[in-house]
């Protein structure tokens, strides 16, 4: 018996990292996964190497800046799985780092207008499936990036979208939770994969040294001592969206080794 039998689970954002693990984790423990992402590659590689006969996922297009995309994926859960019980919101744009002196004002827009706004969209077009399918659970995916200023203190506009989607998950379990539906929020830390490997060796590059070099201070910020992989971060959003956590709402679960400390 798995965690989500008879469940079914929107993910936002299956890209190779984070979405498609827990899309993995999710079919793992019995659910159905309705696969959404802007890109159709993404969404093609995912469902070829999880489901590819098609018999538990769905797969739609959504742009997060696009509200007209997020009602017609829940209308499509709907007429395919006739319920949906979890949300999990992993896409983001991270967005250029650059200082607030070398940003324009409409890149900071765009960052804000997908990553707050753009999860609020699909928060807002699923309530009422979720809340006629007997209550659930949404897990938006956050960032340390919302209360600790780290990567030369360049990620201003993404740091601020992050730290307002811990408001928006205060906000909303207080409006949702009548409802029946929690909103908690995962926030990583430094997690393993392309983006950090790619910060990993600029920073190398630019003080003429290795990935080690630069890594060694960073693990040693982090109580664990190791950088978090994507796996990690999927077992925190399982906790949020079974039964484990029923009596959990309006909270951020940092998954960061040790490095936010309360
Ligand atoms: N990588 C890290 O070190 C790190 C650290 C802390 C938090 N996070 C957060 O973890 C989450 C996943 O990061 P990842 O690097 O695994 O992601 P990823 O790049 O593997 O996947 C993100 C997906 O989001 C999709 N996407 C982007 N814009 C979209 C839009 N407008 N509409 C719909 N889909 C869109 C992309 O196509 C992609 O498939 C993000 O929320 C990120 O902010 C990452």
Known sequence: MGLLDNKVVLVVGVGPGLGKEVARIVLNEGGRVALADISEEAMADTHAELDPNGERTLTCRVDLQDESTCLAAVDAIRNQFGRLDAVVLVAAFAGAFDLLADRTI???????????????????????????????????????????????????????????????????????????????????????????????????????TTTEAVSGPILDTLSLHRFANDVDVANAVLFFITDLSRNVTGQTLYVDGGMILH
Not at 112 to 122: E, Q
Not at 151 to 161: E, F, L, W
Not at 174 to 198: C, T
């Open 106 to 208: 409409e890149n900071w827009k765009l960052t804000s207008d997908i990553n707050v706004a753009g999860n609020l969209r699909v928060i807002k077009a699923s309530t009422d499936l979720l809340t006629e399918s007997g209550g659930g659970a949404v897990a938006i995916v956050g960032s340390t990036a919302g209360v600790l200023p780290t990567a030369g203190y360049t990620q201003t506009a993404y740091g601020i979208s992050k730290a307002a989607l811990i408001a928006a998950t205060h906000y909303l379990s207080k409006e949702l939770g009548a409802r029946g539906i929690r909103v908690n929020n995962v926030a990583p830390g430094y997690k393993m994969g392309p983006a950090l490997q790619s910060a990993l060796e600029s920073w190398a590059e630019a003080a003429d």
